[in-house]
């Protein structure tokens, strides 16, 4: 995601602001806005004019595409209005008027809002989340495991440059695979207290804890919302072919876009835990 255009970012403002309109939001109300978009620090409001106040957030902020991406989706989230996907729709619509300008689109994929590029047909097409390096530094605290993980997004790249399409998304299921048990073991006191519980009402060992009972866990316990884990469902199951015979049992033919197909759940992922160590002031 290139840098915003000012005239872009203006356009924007004056959407979520909705000056007289049926949506409209107060200065006190655009604060909260951004600190639910996980934007930490939250700006302080300044009693400008509120269009050109948020316009300016926008663009000062323009280097962090990660932020810029976690706001557009936050606007277009269902969970932001009292009527819910109605009201999401329309501003999603909107947005998408002005985004189209810089190539970028946002669609509602398994019930949320997902930024992705506009492709010559006019369809959204998912790329690796802006900063993903950088972030996933940022999220996991222990160095060598952030390293390591790193070192996963990494060959996950080439594969996926190489046309080992099938090796990519388990490389990518291992990503969120480590994301995960990092982030749960490192920052959630339930699961260092209690550990891990399946589905079944056992506890697991943290060394022995699979995909499926983290994305559980990560629910239950408020890291991810609800449709991102049934987003990253096709993820976990894209993982589950590091086994050969599930390949062949699914008879799957894992190609380009099945790749670009993970990305987005990637990014919702990210997206939420980082809404949610903002929200908690971490």
């Known amino acids: 995601m290139q840098p915003l255009d000012d005239r872009t970012a203006e356009k924007i403002a004056d959407i979520v602001v909705d000056m007289g309109g049926p949506y409209e939001r107060k200065s006190y109300e655009l604060g909260p806005l951004l600190a639910r978009a996980g934007w ?138 480590g994301v995960l048990h990092a982030v749960l073991t490192e920052r959630d006191e339930k699961v260092r207290q209690d550990g891990f519980v399946n589905e079944h009402g056992r506890k697991v060992s943290a060394d022995r804890v699979g995909l499926a009972v983290l994305l559980d866990t990560a629910r239950e316990n408020g890291w991810i919302q609800f449709d991102a884990h049934r987003f990253l469902g096709p993820v976990k199951e894209f993982r589950n072919f590091i086994h050969p015979r599930q390949e062949v049992a699914s008879q799957a033919r894992l190609d380009h876009d099945t790749v670009m197909m993970c990305w987005g759940p990637i990014g919702a992922l990210f997206n939420d835990v980082e809404e949610r160590l903002a929200a908690a002031g971490g």
């Open 40 to 177: 930490s620090p939250v700006p302080e409001y300044d009693g400008s004019p509120r269009v050109q106040w948020l316009a300016e957030q926008l663009i000062e902020n323009r280097a962090d595409p990660a932020r810029i991406e976690r706001f557009l989706c936050r606007v277009c989230d269902p969970r932001e209005y009292d009527d819910g996907k109605v009201v999401a729709e329309e501003f999603r619509d909107a947005l998408n008027g002005v985004l189209e300008a810089e190539g970028l689109v946002i669609s509602a994929v398994g019930g949320r809002p997902v930024l992705g590029e506009l492709g010559s047909d006019g369809a959204a097409h998912y790329s690796e989340p802006d900063g993903l390096e950088e972030r996933l530094r940022r999220l996991v605290l222990d160095e060598v495991a952030a390293e390591m993980l790193v070192n996963r997004l990494t060959e996950a790249r080439i594969c996926m440059r190489n046309g080992a399409h099938t090796l990519a998304v388990i490389g990518l299921g291992s990503l969120v695979e």
